[in-house]
Structure formats: structure tokens, C-alpha cells
């Protein structure tokens, strides 16, 4: 049976503190994944210092910077993002021609290859420069048992490549469990955890030990009526799921690589924490973290359930490590939301989601500075950036303690990364990579879901123009 904690009011009463709120940020508002404008505090003024380009780019050949600089102002091309979301989802796919323009220019800069063996070439060559990987077999999704075995083999692989690479470069494999486990299972499970945390009497005869999943202010919207109880095939299928993801923390543990559990849509976030912080309470010893969830700070409960989670993990001795993101399912959270006539779980404005993002973050380097917690910051935001890296020097956290990273996606926000890694930072490049016709449902959800986002991110492609001029004046004269 599940551990029962203290109702989640009682909890919050008595763990949650004043956090140093951030200000209305002046960030233009962008998609959560936060590639942002030009920020109006002068570089120089902040601890992340952006002016010297040189420094900046000093690991990227100039054919490098020209790629990236056309793949992302392509990006930034609304109807050309509209365009190839068409052709991908097409069977224009199915032509060689087509498939390598794909695999040569968004696949290439977006992700780190199609084999553990690419994508190893690609954390070295990252390495060298002076930021680590994340490793990411981006596959999701599966709808049987036969293709979850499948994909756990490719995790499986995906470990022991990491241990052919130099120590520290990899900072962590990341899994989804809508890989490893039948989606629609999953929201099944969701369906039943969120009636049982709705109705007292509900008692589910199936569940693991966990922490608080759900707040009060969560979404329960998903689930409208009370949902039938798993039928054996599906407990059976639940056990399946858990043995995939055991099996998964045994490697990383002897590879001593931590797992990182992604975040997915809340119709099977439920169920996703419920598998992360079970496996937490069993793998997780010793102020060692090897399993981390992660937390998508746009959803307007999500600062409640970090500390209600944080909170029963302390008083468990479990140390715990979250991810912290802004989120990457806007689109079809707030689809969902507004076709059912509820209000959406994502904050209303970016601004709210900035404010909530740097007060989980401060939160966060407290408990890592006194020793309690780990925190990857995964952002692109260059406000919430300097914030955070001004607070963990201010706490004294330092590099070498392991407890606190950024991390950028691959392909996207260099500047910030390289900035971060010259003000002293552990940094990790979040690193997708798998088959080009597996991975595509992650390229076209970065391709829908940051149409907005990329357009508006100014700020690595001026700083790579920048750089190029000065290449460019260097080589004239």
C-alpha cells in the first residue's frame, strides 16, 4: 500500500517559506522552453558575461557558427516551420531525397545523431569545449509491451556507451516512461491515482511507496468520473513497466550515471511521478541522487508539489534531485483545457511562469546548499540564468560539489552555456538522439510547439553574427 503523508495543506503550513519572489520579468513573452530577447541588463553588468563573443564561441570552427546561425534564423521562419511540420508528417518523409535535407539540417543540429556510437562522438566533442551530456534515446510513446522491451534495450545500450566515455562527461541518461510503459496504461493509472487522492475511501491495493503526487490546486479535470480498477492484464502490465525501470537504475547505478525521469503532459504526469518517486525511495541513498524527476514550472501547481514532494522526501532520508524546466506542452495543455471549458493549468502569462520558475530554483540551491537536495536547471532563460548562478556563488555552491548544473538543449542557447561555463558552472547539453523516423515526434513537437519561441529568440543568433563579423574583420585584416 501507498505511504499516507499529512493532508498537503498541513504540509505547506509548515514547510513552505517565503521565497524571494522574482519581479515582473521584462523578458518578452515566449514559449516556455524561454530562448528570449535581448535582455536589457547589460552583459557586463552580470555574472554571466555575453559581450566577449570570442570567449563565447572560442570551441566553434566558423562553418560551425554559419550552420547553426542558417538552421536557427530557418527556425525563426514561422510559415518555414509550418512547412516542414507538413513535410515531416508527410509520406514525402518516405523519400531519400527529403529524409537527408531532414537528417543534414534540423535533425544535425537538434540532435546528437542516430546510435549511442554518434551521439558518444558528440558528448566528446562537447566535452572538449568544456560542457557535459545529457544522454536522450528520444523515443516515447510506446503501445505495447513488445515495443517497451524494446525501447528499454536501446536504454540499456544507450548506459553502457556512456561508461566508454571520459568520467563526468556525462552527466545523465534521460528516459521517458511513456517509453517504457503502454501510454494508454499510464493514463489509466493517472485516471485511478487521481480519484484515490480526491476520495479518501478509495484505496488502490496496487501501489508502491511514493511521494505526494498531487496538490490541491492540481488538475483533476482529466479524470470526470470514478475510473474501473485495473483488470490483472493491466496490474501485470503496471509490474512490467516497474522492472523495465528498475532494471534501468541498476545499470545507471553501476555505471554511477543518474537517470533522469522527463516530464510528459498532465493526461500522464501522475503516473509518470508515481514511477519516478518510487524508484527515488528505493535507489536514492546516501545524499546520492541517482534518480531525478523533473518539474515543469509553467503548471500553476507545480511549486506546491515540488515542496510537498521535497518535503516527505526529508522526512524519509531520501535524497532527491529534480529537473527544473519551464515546460514544453503549451499548446496542446491549453487545446485540452479549453476544449473541456476549464481553466488551463499553465500559468497565464510568461511572466508568472519566469517568477515561479526562479523561486523553485532558489528553493532548490537552498536545500542543495545545505545539503539536502540536487537541482538541474535546465533554462534558456538568460534572467533566470544570472539569478540562479548569483544565488547558488552567494550560498557557496560550488562547481565541484555536483549538486547544482544548467543545462540548454543541444542545438540552442550556446551563448548561455558557454557563458554559464565561463563563470565557473557545471553545464549540460540536453542531448536527443535515435533514428530520424523514431525521433521525429520529438522534432515535430520542438517544431509546433516553438514556433513562437524561436522567432523571438534574438539572442543567440545576434551574438552569432557578432562573432562572424568579428571573424570576418579578423580574417580581412
Same mark, same amino acid.
Not at 564561441?57 to 509550418?82: G, Q, Y
Not at 544507450?158 to 493514463?187: D, N, Q, R
Not at 478509495?202 to 480498477?229: A, E, G
Not at 513497466?241 to 554511477?256: D, F, M, P, T, Y
Given at each position: 500500500?501507498?505511504?499516507?503523508?499529512?493532508?498537503?495543506?498541513?504540509?505547506?503550513?509548515?514547510?513552505?517559506?517565503?521565497?524571494?519572489?522574482?519581479?515582473?520579468?521584462?523578458?518578452?513573452?515566449?514559449?516556455?522552453?524561454?530562448?528570449?530577447?535581448?535582455?536589457?541588463?547589460?552583459?557586463?553588468?552580470?555574472?554571466?558575461?555575453?559581450?566577449?563573443?570570442?570567449?563565447?564561441?572560442?570551441?566553434?570552427?566558423?562553418?560551425?557558427?554559419?550552420?547553426?546561425?542558417?538552421?536557427?534564423?530557418?527556425?525563426?521562419?514561422?510559415?518555414?516551420?509550418?512547412?516542414?511540420?507538413?513535410?515531416?508528417?508527410?509520406?514525402?518523409?518516405?523519400?531519400?531525397?527529403?529524409?537527408?535535407?531532414?537528417?543534414?539540417?534540423?535533425?544535425?543540429?537538434?540532435?546528437?545523431?542516430?546510435?549511442?556510437?554518434?551521439?558518444?562522438?558528440?558528448?566528446?566533442? +562537447?566535452?572538449?569545449? &568544456? $560542457?557535459?551530456?545529457?544522454?536522450?534515446?528520444? %523515443?516515447?510513446?510506446?503501445?505495447? =509491451? /513488445? #515495443?517497451?522491451?524494446?525501447?528499454?534495450?536501446?536504454?540499456?545500450?544507450?548506459?553502457?556507451?556512456?561508461?566508454?566515455?571520459?568520467?563526468?562527461?556525462?552527466?545523465?541518461?534521460?528516459?521517458?516512461?511513456?517509453? +517504457?510503459?503502454?501510454? &494508454? $496504461?499510464?493514463?489509466?493509472?493517472?485516471?485511478? %491515482?487521481?480519484?484515490?487522492?480526491? =476520495? /479518501? #475511501?478509495?484505496?488502490?491495493?496496487?501501489?508502491?511507496?511514493?511521494?505526494?503526487?498531487?496538490?490541491?490546486?492540481?488538475?483533476?479535470?482529466?479524470?470526470?468520473?470514478?475510473?474501473?480498477?485495473?483488470?490483472?492484464?493491466?496490474?501485470?502490465?503496471?509490474?512490467?513497466?516497474?522492472?523495465?525501470?528498475?532494471?534501468?537504475?541498476?545499470?545507471?547505478? /553501476?555505471?554511477?550515471?543518474?537517470?533522469?525521469?522527463?516530464?510528459?503532459?498532465?493526461?500522464?504526469?501522475?503516473?509518470?511521478?508515481?514511477?519516478?518517486?518510487?524508484?527515488?525511495?528505493?535507489?536514492?541513498?546516501?545524499?546520492?541522487?541517482?534518480?531525478?524527476?523533473?518539474?515543469?514550472?509553467?503548471?500553476?501547481?507545480?511549486?506546491?508539489?515540488?515542496?510537498?514532494?521535497?518535503?516527505?522526501?526529508?522526512?524519509?532520508?531520501?535524497?532527491?534531485?529534480?529537473?527544473?524546466?519551464?515546460?514544453?506542452?503549451?499548446?496542446?495543455?491549453?487545446?485540452?483545457?479549453?476544449?473541456?471549458?476549464?481553466?488551463?493549468?499553465?500559468?497565464?502569462?510568461?511572466?508568472?511562469?519566469?517568477?515561479?520558475?526562479?523561486?523553485?530554483?532558489?528553493?532548490?540551491?537552498?536545500?542543495?546548499?545545505?545539503?539536502?537536495?540536487?537541482?538541474?536547471?535546465?533554462?534558456?532563460?538568460?534572467?533566470?540564468?544570472?539569478?540562479?548562478?548569483?544565488?547558488?556563488?552567494?550560498?557557496?555552491?560550488?562547481?565541484?560539489?555536483?549538486?547544482?548544473?544548467?543545462?540548454?538543449?543541444?542545438?540552442?542557447?550556446?551563448?548561455?552555456?558557454?557563458?554559464?561555463?565561463?563563470?565557473?558552472?557545471?553545464?549540460?547539453?540536453?542531448?536527443?538522439?535515435?533514428?530520424?523516423?523514431?525521433?521525429?515526434?520529438?522534432?515535430?513537437?520542438?517544431?509546433?510547439?516553438?514556433?513562437?519561441?524561436?522567432?523571438?529568440?534574438?539572442?543567440?543568433?545576434?551574438?552569432?553574427?557578432?562573432?562572424?563579423?568579428?571573424?570576418?574583420?579578423?580574417?580581412?585584416?
Amino acid at each position: 500500500m501507498a505511504n499516507r503523508f499529512v493532508s498537503p495543506k498541513k504540509l505547506l503550513q509548515t514547510s513552505l517559506r517565503p521565497l524571494n519572489s522574482a519581479a515582473p520579468s521584462s523578458i518578452t513573452p515566449v514559449s516556455p522552453l524561454n530562448l528570449d530577447k535581448k535582455p536589457t541588463t547589460p552583459f557586463s553588468n552580470s555574472i554571466i558575461n555575453l559581450d566577449d563573443t570570442k570567449s563565447l564561441f572560442s570551441s566553434h570552427s566558423t562553418t560551425k557558427l554559419i550552420r547553426s546561425a542558417i538552421n536557427l534564423h530557418a527556425a525563426a521562419v514561422e510559415p518555414a516551420v509550418d512547412l516542414g511540420t507538413w513535410v515531416m508528417n508527410s509520406k514525402l518523409m518516405e523519400t531519400g531525397l527529403l529524409r537527408g535535407v531532414i537528417r543534414h539540417t534540423f535533425f544535425e543540429h537538434f540532435c546528437a545523431g542516430e546510435n549511442p556510437a554518434e551521439a558518444c562522438r558528440k558528448v566528446r566533442e +562537447i566535452w572538449d569545449s &568544456g $560542457l557535459r551530456g545529457m544522454l536522450n534515446y528520444a %523515443l516515447e510513446h510506446a503501445g505495447d =509491451n /513488445e #515495443s517497451c522491451d524494446r525501447n528499454l534495450d536501446g536504454f540499456l545500450r544507450t548506459v553502457e556507451a556512456a561508461k566508454s566515455l571520459p568520467p563526468s562527461s556525462v552527466s545523465c541518461v534521460v528516459v521517458k516512461i511513456t517509453a +517504457i510503459c503502454p501510454i &494508454g $496504461l499510464l493514463k489509466r493509472v493517472s485516471d485511478l %491515482l487521481r480519484w484515490e487522492y480526491k =476520495n /479518501e #475511501s478509495f484505496q488502490l491495493p496496487w501501489t508502491l511507496d511514493t511521494l505526494p503526487i498531487f496538490s490541491d490546486s492540481s488538475p483533476f479535470y482529466h479524470t470526470p468520473r470514478k475510473p474501473d480498477p485495473l483488470t490483472p492484464e493491466e496490474e501485470q502490465n503496471l509490474y512490467l513497466g516497474h522492472q523495465r525501470l528498475q532494471n534501468l537504475c541498476e545499470k545507471c547505478l /553501476e555505471a554511477n550515471v543518474p537517470i533522469v525521469i522527463d516530464a510528459e503532459d498532465t493526461s500522464v504526469q501522475p503516473s509518470i511521478d508515481y514511477f519516478t518517486y518510487s524508484a527515488a525511495i528505493r535507489y536514492n541513498k546516501d545524499d546520492n541522487p541517482i534518480v531525478y524527476g523533473t518539474i515543469q514550472s509553467y503548471l500553476k501547481d507545480s511549486k506546491e508539489r515540488l515542496h510537498l514532494a521535497s518535503s516527505a522526501a526529508d522526512k524519509m532520508g531520501v535524497p532527491m534531485g529534480f529537473k527544473l524546466v519551464r515546460g514544453a506542452y503549451m499548446s496542446s495543455e491549453r487545446k485540452l483545457a479549453s476544449s473541456l471549458g476549464v481553466e488551463s493549468p499553465i500559468h497565464n502569462t510568461i511572466d508568472q511562469t519566469h517568477a515561479n520558475f526562479n523561486d523553485c530554483a532558489f528553493f532548490m540551491l537552498d536545500k542543495a546548499a545545505n545539503g539536502s537536495g540536487s537541482v538541474v536547471l535546465a533554462t534558456h532563460n538568460f534572467e533566470s540564468g544570472t539569478k540562479a548562478a548569483a544565488k547558488a556563488r552567494e550560498l557557496g555552491i560550488e562547481k565541484e560539489k555536483q549538486k547544482l548544473q544548467f543545462a540548454q538543449l543541444y542545438g540552442m542557447a550556446d551563448a548561455l552555456s558557454f557563458g554559464l561555463r565561463n563563470a565557473g558552472f557545471q553545464v549540460s547539453k540536453y542531448m536527443p538522439f535515435g533514428p530520424v523516423e523514431l525521433v521525429m515526434p520529438y522534432l515535430l513537437r520542438r517544431a509546433e510547439e516553438n514556433k513562437g519561441l524561436l522567432s523571438a529568440s534574438t539572442l543567440d543568433r545576434q551574438l552569432l553574427r557578432k562573432e562572424l563579423k568579428r571573424r570576418l574583420k579578423a580574417a580581412i585584416v
